[in-house]
């Protein structure tokens, strides 16, 4: 294998899983580099395997084939924090306690990792929330306390599924804004999963499209919006080409998705 | 009229006018007052019982009774349940013993606990902390399995393993549902401990209940009746009190 500066290297991954009496092949030989500080957005239809490829980088899934690498270059610190699409915060903790978690099961001292969580909830505007829980916090919030866990622990690459999606649209908007601020002021490597194109075109420095299932890299796009970058990038004339490419492209894999789960051949599969 | 009364009058209203309409139909010869006499009397009787201290004598015993019983099931039944919820293994092989074991009236474990142990007190508790067992280790069974795969998934990925995942996600993952088999224990503690008082014990309210109808003193009767709802909305409020005390953070029904 080549020596490269990546910072994550995964090489011909593959993953099935056990289904009712027969295998679901859920990625079949996926292959990605992601460079030092990349925001890095992976869209494709569902059942494209997505999540399971974010799951995989995580460590939360062992491959059946292949191999994922991630250049870790500070002792002590995890290769992987992940933003979970539900939020998934425990319950009975306090959102500081939250923030704190990963720290915590790291043997960290609580001082250290009271000051570390304190100033995370501070980047994503949450320091007055400290001592609420979670069920008092809203959809948004508890996003926000999501991506402050991830990021006290101090993660290589920051993984995110599609964390705005269960947001109204109001609200994703603007913590797609919050994102591109947290991301230029941190320089985080990041994976973000996404099903909105607009979403990967706006945080994305590139976009990599899956295939429906067996989830496969179809293109890799370059998203050469510039930086900074605004939600005012929506109304320049090349990210309503790059939209339009992209969109045709997934728009395809959509389609065959679709067919698939009818069971096949569908009359789609004759009108396409 | 106050916000209170006017949401919650009607818990109000209605045991009082129960309570009046009984009254009424006792002092009318509705209902035979020798058989139910009216409330004040049974309130006037129940002062005197009060004072003599027969009550509270047989409240004591079934008290301490109950205390007894509530605690052995509590530390088994929570053990059996978390270890049931966490082990699959564990809960396949008891399964089948719980779903044959569970449903059996609680006092026809007497006879088979009074070969074991001699009979009285231990035989009492024995008994009475059979059926809050099982209903707290089944309770606190599901409520293991009910947590939320994507939180265990999610703290497990911020490196909580082991003792630490079960200290830190399952252990308090399951703590609401450990409070309602508590209170389901509870409850049913109360209730089986006067079954069995019933049918083996001198003392306690169970069988100051029984001897009072045997020898038809009815006012009796009733003081310990009441005495015994009393006491089981009194344990069962406190433990919810307790709860909401100790698990701030479980939303309650109406914020879903």
Known sequence: METSPSKVVVRDVGVTFPGHGRTVVALDGISLDVAPGEFLCVVGPSGSGKSTLLRVVAGLVRPDRGQVRIAADRPGTPATAMVFQEHALLPWRTVLDNVTFGLENRGVGRAEREARAREMLAMVGLTRFARLYPHQLSGGMKQRVGIARALANDPEVLLMDEPLASLDAQTRTIMQEELLRIWATLGKTVVYVTHSLEEALLLGDRIVLLTARPGRVSQVFPVELGRPRGLEVRGSPAYGVLLEKIWSELREEVLRAMDEDRGGAGPRAAST | ?256
């Not at chain 2, 139910?36 to 079934?62: I, K, M, N, S, Y």
């Open chain 2, 1 to 256: 009229m106050p916000r209170w009364l006017t949401d919650h009058g009607i818990a109000v209203v209605s045991p009082v006018l129960l309570v009046a309409g009984w009254e009424w139909a006792s002092a009318t010869g509705v209902l035979r007052e020798a058989l139910f006499p009216r409330p004040t009397t049974v309130a006037r009787h129940l002062g005197q019982l009060v004072t003599d201290g027969t009550l509270e004598r047989h409240t004591a015993t079934t008290l301490v009774r109950i205390a007894w019983a509530f605690a052995v099931s509590a530390v088994l039944g929570v053990a059996t349940g978390l270890a049931m919820g966490s082990w699959r293994r564990l809960r396949e092989a008891l399964d089948p013993v719980f779903a044959v074991v569970y449903p059996i009236p609680s006092v026809l474990f007497l006879p088979l606990v009074s070969f074991l142990v001699p009979a009285g007190e231990v035989a009492v508790v024995i008994t009475t902390a059979v059926t809050s067992f099982f209903l707290v280790a089944l309770t606190t069974m599901h409520g293991v399995r009910q947590i939320d795969p994507l939180v265990v998934e999610a703290a497990t990925h911020y490196g909580a393993r082991g003792w630490r995942l079960f200290t830190a996600v399952l252990l308090p993952g399951a703590l609401p549902s450990v409070f309602t088999g508590l209170r389901l224990g509870l409850g049913y503690a109360l209730i089986v401990v006067i079954a069995v008082e019933i049918v083996a014990a001198g003392r306690g309210l169970g069988a100051f209940l029984w001897l009072s109808w045997q020898v038809l003193k009815v006012e009796d009767m009733y003081a310990a009746f009441l005495v015994v709802a009393v006491l089981g909305a009194a344990l069962s409020y406190g433990l919810a009190a307790l709860r909401a005390r100790l698990l701030p953070w479980v939303q309650d029904v109406a914020e879903r």
